[in-house]
């Protein structure tokens, strides 16, 4: 798809490509035409985070894959995440991890798990400052308008397969985050309602 785009691009520019777009490794002593630098993955992690990306999301797990094992997978980085949540005390026993979006109907996660993450990371965290903010910005941009909490909350929501409310499977919705509270501390929640 990258190479589909960058062709459509260097045609839109007058630039003649000869040959169909594929991927693969590029053959030795081809000259770099170009390149760019990811931006860091505390900015990466927080786009992801408040916009609610799930491209984005699926990406940062086969990252966390490639860590481990080359070329990374899906598999490799939901090992490690699962790795993670049992160094931190997470009953991992309920929890089933199938992708990294999350938009799979088999993945099952528990408040408890989703509750020791935030407890684990913090508000001043990049996944803390990361989140989308209420009445503000990414997926809150329009919740809590017109509510004390505006300005202050921060979530990550979570929306799976939203049918009529009389049709299964049933929806998922979900709503996690950080509520700054007067001393400079802050309550963390999570509601997932299925």
């Not at 590029?26 to 408040?50: H, N, Q, Y």
């Not at 409310?165 to 299925?194: C, I, M, R, T, W």
Request: with cysteine; glycine share 12%.
């Amino acid at each position: 798809a990258a190479a589909r785009e960058f062709t459509l691009l260097l045609e839109a520019r007058g630039v003649g490509v000869g040959g169909d777009a594929a991927s693969g490794p590029a053959p030795s002593g081809a000259v770099e035409v170009a390149s760019i630098d990811s931006a860091p993955m505390s900015d990466v992690v927080a786009e992801m985070l408040g916009n609610s990306d799930n491209n984005t999301a699926e990406m940062v797990v086969k990252e966390l894959g490639y860590t481990v094992a080359q070329p990374g997978t899906r598999e490799a980085g939901l090992g490690l995440v699962r790795e993670q949540l049992v160094e931190w005390g997470v009953d991992v026993a309920p929890i089933v991890l199938v992708d990294g979006s999350g938009l799979s109907l088999d993945n099952r996660l528990t408040c408890e798990a989703i509750l020791t993450v935030l407890q684990r990371t913090g508000f001043e965290s990049p996944l803390g400052q990361g989140l989308a903010v209420a009445g503000q910005t990414g997926t809150l941009a329009t919740a809590f308008v017109d509510h004390p909490v505006a300005g202050r909350l921060r979530g990550k929501t979570g929306t799976l397969n939203n049918p009529p409310f009389n049709v299964d499977p049933p929806a998922v919705k979900a709503l996690a985050g950080f509520l700054p509270v007067e001393g400079g501390s802050s309550v963390e929640y999570v509601l997932v309602l299925n």
